[in-house]
């Protein structure tokens, strides 16, 4: 009887090892690496199309159609992208096991995160381009990463309370993917009213968050996404590093106020700017490079309203009161592009 009862129990542990192993396991790992290989795409073609058109700007000195191909508009952009996703979440679902599609929102939304990182860099990694080009991108792109994460986290919250298993919320594993979701739900409130209030405490959680996510995912997710952590991880050190590179220090000298206006007048050295650059160019400026906030804090745009014809030695921004103020004879950074 004793033996029976020993190869019985065997017979469970290989029966549990097939369930935990089974296909059904590791089949949404392909719709990532999918919704991975359109964002490169998008990217190439990006990168493509402002290629020929600052060629083609070089050699006629107007603009060109090839422009259009990488500025859809955005609701188109954003709509896209949601299509994509939803096409990606209704093939081959799993209905038989609801925990597979729910799985799959928390992936697409992670493969997403190196997309939405390489949109926010400063200075842009397209040329002829600047930040804010792709920051409203970027902006919805996390935002769809964020329901994304929210929605799987609540899909899971349904799935073990249906299935009487909600201990399992309690396994280190997946309470570490209980405080992501937390985390996703501070951020939403953090979109709108926490950030139309103070933006340096929105962008300084904004920050926070969003290296939280990216390591507690690579420890919740499974199967894992060491793929797309080192990759996500490698475009923030290549971008901190390259904006140390770029970004310059300069010391405000002049600034011209009027009774009565809402604008101030700005000069700073044109030698700062690039030898060309488009109308409408904006620079950013925050706090000093050597400041130990350079990072976590905002830097704030403004756009140049001298051209780059013009011989003057000085650059001129019109910049309105808010309530990041430009003192004179303090140091700030200055970002071109």
Same mark, same amino acid.
Do not use: E
């Given at each position: 009887m004793t033996q029976i009862e020993s190869n019985l129990g065997e017979l469970n542990d290989v029966v549990q090892l097939v369930k935990r192993h089974n296909p059904l396991h590791t089949v949404n790992i392909k719709y990532g690496y999918i919704l991975f290989g359109l964002s490169c795409l998008f990217i190439i073609i990006r990168l493509s199309a402002l290629q020929f058109y600052n060629r083609s700007w070089k050699r006629s000195g107007r603009s060109t159609s090839n422009l259009r191909i990488s500025k859809l508009p955005l609701p188109i952009t954003v709509s896209l992208v949601v299509l994509t996703i939803a096409i990606l979440m209704v093939i081959k679902p799993h209905l038989e096991k609801i925990s597979v599609l729910i799985k799959r929102m928390g992936r697409l939304s992670y493969t997403l995160t190196p997309l939405t990182i390489f949109l926010a860099a400063e200075p842009s990694w397209f040329p002829i381009d600047n930040y804010l080009n792709t920051l409203?991108?970027?902006?919805?792109?996390?935002?769809?990463?964020?329901?994304?994460?929210?929605?799987?986290g609540i899909g899971f919250l349904i799935y073990y309370l249906v299935n009487n298993t909600f201990e399992k919320v309690l396994r280190p594993v997946n309470f570490i993917g209980v405080i992501i979701f937390i985390?996703?739900?501070?951020?939403?409130? =953090?979109? &709108?009213?926490?950030?139309?209030?103070?933006? &340096?405490? =929105?962008?300084?959680?904004?920050?926070?968050?969003?290296?939280?996510?990216?390591?507690?995912?690579?420890?919740?997710?499974?199967p894992g996404v060491s793929l797309f952590y080192f990759i996500s991880i490698g475009l923030l050190f290549a971008q901190y590093i390259r904006k140390y590179l770029y970004v310059k220090d300069i010391t405000i000298t002049e600034i011209i106020e009027n009774p009565g206006s809402d604008y101030k007048i700005i000069k700073f050295p044109k030698s700062l700017l690039p030898e060309s650059y488009l109308p409408g160019s904006h620079v950013r400026i925050g706090a000093s490079k050597w400041s130990p906030f350079f990072i976590m804090l905002p830097s704030h745009p403004y756009t140049v309203a001298t051209t780059f014809e013009n011989r003057d030695l000085l650059a001129t921004l019109i910049v309105k009161n808010t309530k990041f103020q430009l003192q004179p004879f303090e140091t700030y950074s200055i970002q071109t592009n």
């Open positions: 409203q991108l970027h902006k919805w792109i996390s935002r769809i990463i964020v329901l994304l994460g929210v929605f799987h985390l996703g739900i501070i951020m939403m409130i =953090f979109w &709108k009213p926490i950030r139309n209030l103070n933006y &340096k405490v =929105f962008y300084v959680f904004h920050n926070i968050f969003f290296l939280t996510y990216i390591t507690l995912t690579y420890l919740h997710a499974r």
